[in-house]
């Protein structure tokens, strides 16, 4: 009996072994499969020499395509038709990025459950609740329609299937490996997703949440004094003064009880956070050195490894565009060619609003509109779950939209900034084709073809920069902007009247634009798109006008402007901020009631050049210093247990500061004596002071800007290991160089045009999405030090100007 039980043993152990080793528990990858040699995550180290030429069959090019890859691993793809620059674009994006490509879109879908189980469940429901897939498949229908867009969207999508199908597990990116799952074959829908997803980063927050509760607590004066529609300072977009060359269509009258309060609810979210942001300008010839313009662009966005941009240059006939692309989509996003480059900043667009829905019952079949009950459409999101059934989520449609939520999920802090029972009206649900905008800039060779390229471009609004090199230069604040009247979509709105929806859109040629303005220079920073004589609504509130006000000062006096002058603005660190606030708030501070460590602090503020650099102390105090003066000024009365609100701006509080020192909302409420503007800086200077010491320990080095910042470049799934060291860099939200801790310019350019264009830029990455590659991680130190590579637009794939290390042939046979 014994002898049999062993036996037993010996058999079972081993079966119970093999199958712990094999499967996935929880965040751990089943470790036999992942430690395996052959085909575990050692296959992932790459070597570090680079095979010279190499040559593929695919049967799926219409002609031999050469792709030349230089010493960043940027590929130069050569091709002789369209359908092979597209497909070869699609399969050596994925050949560097396939992980990124296929983890951006099945979060976009709101399929994470798939891949970790029923944690994700709740965030794969918001995404599919807010309308990703439904958008996604509305803007695949308008890709479809145009033949060069589905041209470009089916090619690529080839070139990433024949890639995904000549993988062998050994092969698979590391990050299938430690999170156990396999790519799927890509579909054009996925396309479509990873352009929502960028509507979704750039234009799914609003206020109009705590802008309700607001009004609802304080009165509508009190809104218009401390939430105005135009701020007390300002540098817009398009130049004060310019005029509008155009017959504006009527702006929809608002109904009568426009200012009629809807119920909230107990909303829990929380203020924009300020960091979507960019910057972009062009100077004319006329303040350059070489008589040509010059552009540049640096988008704001999370920092990620791999990097959100894939650097590429694409030719074929008609076609040779250098730039950066967004891995799971065909084109050029931002970049230059022989004639023409771009750029692009966020517009930060009034495109999504909530409305207030009546239901006939519970059953949410029909809902009260125009004065009739209207039927909601149903959509049944199947989610599959990890480990666990799949779930049916049914959202309810109304003609707006999805009705988000009926009911919120507890501890789920997405879910928190939307209204139960309010239907979402998005742009991005729309019917669009952005393809189409940047398939024709690609190809752009003057200021009517950039102009052309903009009308097909809908969401997510975009300031688009131009420079040619016929000495033109523009900038237009582009969209597809619904006509509102004034402040529509500010507050949450009455979903049974019908003169609460979009009445119609502002012409595409009435969009905001300026061409060749008399200052020589365009520029953006995400501030207001104009002066308050547009005669139309965008929004009521933009970003903060300091990096746009360095930015204007800044090339209003420059002359002779060189690419390594531009380059050195770009990482400019100069606060505007603390030059508008500083000579207010210093003569407040008593120095006799500071302690050694706050006095040496304020030594050291007095004495501050008021540039965000990495060595500076002054930088840290002034920065805490001044976020605690706004929650001093500001708490006591906009936060309030179960009525989620969000404070006035920086501007209004700057406002306040220079000319309502004496104004009602310094005192503290919530104390008995009646404190002043000087009490509220003093205590918190000292608190600003005390914070760091008690966190860095005596004030020194420790201190400095770089070390309180601590700006890094996380793996994109957070995945430990797989990120950044910490940066000793400076820079700030408030400056033009815009870094906070991973959050900045996520790729830098500047193109100066000329008889052959000359483009510079980096990113804070690799091109590789494989932390096994030397090509992973090696421009971030390049992006940190504030340098740019020369980029290489070559002529042909034989150009000698080119470092170029390897060459791939893709033969059809």
Same mark, same amino acid.
């Given at each position: 009996?014994?002898?049999?039980? =062993?036996?037993?043993?010996?058999?079972?152990?081993?079966?119970?072994?093999?199958?712990?080793?094999?499967?996935?528990?929880?965040?751990?990858?089943?470790? +036999?499969?992942?430690?395996?040699?052959?085909?575990?995550?050692?296959?992932?180290?790459?070597?570090?020499?680079?095979?010279?030429?190499?040559?593929?069959?695919?049967?799926?090019?219409?002609?031999?395509?050469?792709?030349?890859?230089?010493?960043?691993?940027?590929?130069?793809?050569?091709?002789?038709?369209?359908?092979?620059?597209?497909?070869?674009?699609?399969?050596?994006?994925?050949?560097?990025? +396939?992980?990124?490509?296929?983890?951006?879109?099945?979060?976009?879908?709101?399929?994470?459950?798939?891949?970790?189980?029923?944690?994700?469940?709740?965030?794969?429901?918001?995404?599919?609740?807010?309308?990703?897939?439904?958008?996604?498949?509305?803007?695949?229908?308008?890709?479809?329609?145009?033949?060069?867009?589905?041209?470009?969207?089916?090619?690529?999508?080839?070139?990433?299937?024949?890639?995904?199908?000549?993988?062998?597990?050994?092969?698979?990116?590391?990050?299938?490996?430690?999170?156990?799952? =396999?790519?799927?074959?890509?579909?054009?829908?996925?396309?479509?997703?990873?352009? =929502?997803?960028?509507?979704?980063?750039?234009?799914?927050?609003?206020?109009?949440?705590?802008?309700?509760?607001?009004?609802?607590?304080?009165?509508?004066?009190?809104?218009?004094? @401390?939430?105005?529609?135009?701020?007390?300072?300002?540098?817009?977009?398009?130049?004060?003064?310019? =005029?509008?060359?155009?017959?504006?269509?009527?702006?929809?009258?608002?109904?009568?009880?426009?200012?009629?309060?809807?119920?909230?609810?107990?909303?829990?979210?929380?203020?924009?956070?300020?960091?979507?942001?960019?910057?972009?300008?062009?100077?004319?010839?006329?303040?350059?050195? #070489?008589?040509?313009?010059?552009?540049?662009?640096?988008?704001?966005?999370?920092?990620?490894?791999?990097?959100?941009?894939?650097?590429?240059?694409?030719?074929?006939?008609?076609?040779?565009?250098?730039?950066?692309?967004?891995?799971?989509?065909?084109?050029?996003?931002?970049?230059?060619?022989?004639?023409?480059?771009?750029?692009?900043?966020?517009?930060?667009?009034?495109?999504?609003?909530?409305?207030?829905?009546?239901?006939?019952?519970?059953?949410?079949?029909?809902?009260?509109?125009?004065?009739?009950?209207?039927?909601?459409?149903?959509?049944?999101?199947?989610?599959?779950?990890?480990?666990?059934?799949?779930?049916?989520?049914?959202?309810?449609?109304?003609?707006?939209?999805?009705?988000?939520? @009926?009911?919120?999920?507890?501890?789920?802090?997405?879910?928190?900034?939307?209204?139960?029972?309010?239907?979402?009206?998005?742009?991005?649900?729309?019917?669009?084709?952005?393809?189409?905008?940047?398939?024709?800039?690609?190809?752009?060779?003057?200021?009517?073809?950039?102009?052309?390229?903009?009308?097909?471009?809908?969401?997510?609004?975009?300031?688009?920069?131009?420079?040619?090199?016929?000495?033109?230069?523009?900038?237009?604040?582009?969209?597809?902007?619904?006509?509102?009247?004034?402040?529509?979509?500010?507050?949450?709105?009455?979903?049974?009247?019908?003169?609460?929806?979009?009445?119609?859109?502002?012409?595409?040629?009435?969009?905001?634009?300026?061409?060749?303005?008399?200052?020589?220079?365009?520029?953006?920073?995400?501030?207001?798109?104009?002066?308050?004589?547009?005669?139309?609504?965008?929004?009521?509130?933009?970003?903060?006008?300091?990096?746009?006000?360095?930015?204007?000062?800044?090339?209003?006096?420059?002359?002779?402007?060189?690419?390594?002058?531009?380059?050195?603005?770009?990482?400019?660190?100069?606060?505007?901020?603390?030059?508008?606030?500083?000579?207010?708030?210093?003569?407040?501070?008593?120095?006799?009631?500071?302690?050694?460590?706050?006095?040496?602090?304020?030594?050291?503020?007095?004495?501050?050049?008021?540039?965000?650099?990495?060595?500076?102390?002054?930088?840290?105090?002034?920065?805490?210093?001044?976020?605690?003066?706004?929650?001093?000024?500001?708490?006591?009365?906009?936060?309030?247990?179960?009525?989620?609100?969000?404070?006035?701006?920086?501007?209004?509080?700057?406002?306040?500061?220079?000319?309502?020192?004496?104004?009602?909302?310094?005192?503290?409420?919530?104390?008995?004596?009646?404190?002043?503007?000087?009490? @509220?800086?003093?205590?918190?200077?000292?608190? #600003?002071?005390?914070?760091?010491?008690?966190?860095?320990?005596?004030?020194?080095?420790?201190?400095?800007?770089?070390?309180?910042?601590?700006?890094?470049?996380?793996?994109?799934?957070?995945?430990?290991?797989?990120?950044?060291?910490?940066?000793?860099?400076?820079?700030?939200?408030?400056?033009?160089?815009?870094?906070?801790?991973?959050?900045?310019?996520?790729?830098?350019?500047?193109?100066?045009?000329?008889?052959?264009?000359?483009?510079?830029?980096?990113?804070?990455?690799?091109?590789?999405?494989?932390?096994?590659?030397?090509?992973?991680?090696?421009?971030?130190?390049?992006?940190?030090?504030?340098? @740019?590579?020369?980029?290489?637009?070559?002529?042909?794939?034989?150009?000698?100007?080119?470092?170029?290390?390897?060459?791939?042939?893709?033969?059809?046979?």
């Amino acid at each position: 009996m014994m002898n049999k039980i =062993k036996a037993l043993i010996c058999i079972v152990i081993p079966i119970l072994l093999t199958y712990a080793l094999n499967t996935k528990f929880g965040d751990t990858p089943p470790l +036999l499969k992942f430690l395996n040699p052959f085909t575990g995550f050692w296959q992932n180290a790459e070597k570090n020499t680079v095979n010279p030429n190499r040559k593929i069959t695919l049967k799926a090019t219409y002609q031999n395509v050469d792709i030349a890859f230089d010493d960043r691993m940027i590929p130069h793809i050569f091709a002789q038709n369209d359908h092979d620059v597209y497909y070869a674009q699609g399969y050596v994006t994925a050949m560097h990025r +396939l992980w990124q490509m296929d983890f951006q879109t099945r979060f976009a879908a709101g399929r994470i459950s798939e891949v970790v189980g029923k944690k994700a469940i709740e965030l794969d429901k918001y995404q599919r609740r807010m309308g990703m897939v439904y958008g996604a498949e509305k803007s695949l229908e308008g890709m479809m329609t145009d033949p060069k867009s589905k041209e470009m969207i089916l090619a690529y999508t080839a070139g990433i299937n024949d890639y995904i199908h000549s993988l062998t597990q050994a092969k698979l990116p590391i990050e299938y490996k430690l999170l156990d799952f =396999k790519p799927e074959d890509w579909t054009p829908l996925k396309c479509a997703l990873l352009l =929502k997803q960028m509507s979704a980063v750039l234009a799914m927050g609003s206020d109009e949440f705590y802008m309700t509760n607001i009004r609802k607590k304080f009165g509508t004066d009190v809104v218009k004094d @401390l939430f105005p529609d135009y701020p007390f300072k300002e540098d817009p977009i398009i130049p004060v003064g310019t =005029k509008w060359d155009f017959d504006p269509l009527p702006v929809p009258t608002p109904p009568a009880d426009a200012l009629k309060e809807m119920t909230t609810g107990n909303i829990e979210t929380k203020q924009k956070e300020e960091g979507i942001g960019s910057n972009n300008w062009a100077i004319s010839g006329a303040k350059t050195k #070489s008589g040509y313009p010059i552009l540049a662009n640096d988008p704001h966005l999370d920092l990620t490894l791999p990097s959100i941009w894939y650097q590429i240059q694409l030719h074929a006939p008609g076609l040779n565009s250098y730039g950066v692309s967004l891995p799971g989509a065909p084109g050029v996003i931002i970049g230059f060619n022989q004639n023409i480059a771009w750029g692009v900043t966020n517009v930060a667009a009034d495109v999504l609003d909530f409305y207030e829905i009546k239901f006939k019952d519970n059953t949410h079949k029909s809902y009260w509109y125009n004065n009739e009950w209207k039927n909601t459409t149903t959509r049944l999101e199947k989610i599959l779950i990890r480990g666990s059934k799949a779930e049916i989520d049914t959202v309810y449609y109304t003609h707006q939209g999805p009705v988000v939520y @009926l009911q919120k999920p507890e501890k789920f802090s997405k879910a928190q900034n939307i209204p139960i029972g309010n239907a979402l009206r998005w742009i991005a649900h729309d019917k669009s084709n952005e393809l189409k905008t940047f398939y024709l800039l690609n190809r752009g060779k003057n200021y009517n073809d950039y102009r052309k390229a903009l009308t097909y471009y809908t969401a997510p609004a975009q300031n688009f920069v131009f420079a040619s090199v016929d000495n033109d230069i523009a900038i237009t604040a582009n969209g597809k902007f619904p006509l509102k009247w004034k402040d529509q979509g500010k507050f949450i709105m009455d979903g049974s009247d019908p003169k609460n929806d979009w009445q119609g859109w502002i012409p595409a040629s009435q969009n905001p634009t300026v061409k060749n303005p008399p200052r020589n220079f365009v520029s953006s920073a995400n501030q207001s798109s104009t002066d308050q004589t547009y005669p139309y609504y965008i929004n009521w509130e933009f970003s903060p006008y300091e990096r746009a006000k360095r930015i204007n000062d800044r090339l209003t006096v420059m002359t002779n402007a060189t690419a390594d002058s531009i380059r050195t603005m770009q990482t400019d660190t100069y606060s505007i901020h603390a030059q508008n606030i500083l000579p207010a708030i210093l003569p407040l501070v008593d120095g006799s009631k500071l302690n050694a460590t706050q006095k040496e602090g304020f030594s050291l503020v007095s004495a501050w050049n008021k540039h965000y650099d990495a060595k500076e102390v002054a930088a840290s105090i002034f920065d805490l210093w001044t976020k605690r003066i706004q929650y001093n000024i500001w708490d006591d009365e906009f936060s309030v247990d179960g009525v989620p609100m969000r404070y006035p701006s920086r501007d209004r509080t700057v406002q306040l500061i220079l000319t309502q020192p004496d104004s009602k909302w310094v005192d503290n409420i919530k104390t008995p004596e009646k404190e002043t503007l000087s009490d @509220l800086v003093n205590e918190a200077f000292k608190y #600003s002071c005390d914070s760091l010491e008690r966190k860095y320990g005596p004030i020194g080095e420790r201190w400095q800007w770089a070390n309180f910042k601590h700006s890094n470049v996380p793996h994109l799934a957070k995945i430990p290991g797989f990120g950044s060291k910490t940066l000793m860099i400076g820079g700030g939200k408030m400056t033009i160089d815009a870094l906070s801790e991973s959050n900045g310019p996520s790729w830098r350019m500047v193109v100066e045009l000329g008889k052959t264009p000359k483009g510079h830029g980096v990113f804070p990455g690799g091109q590789s999405g494989n932390p096994g590659s030397k090509f992973y991680d090696n421009m971030i130190d390049t992006w940190a030090n504030g340098e @740019l590579y020369d980029l290489f637009f070559m002529q042909s794939v034989d150009d000698p100007s080119a470092k170029i290390i390897s060459k791939l042939k893709i033969s059809k046979k």
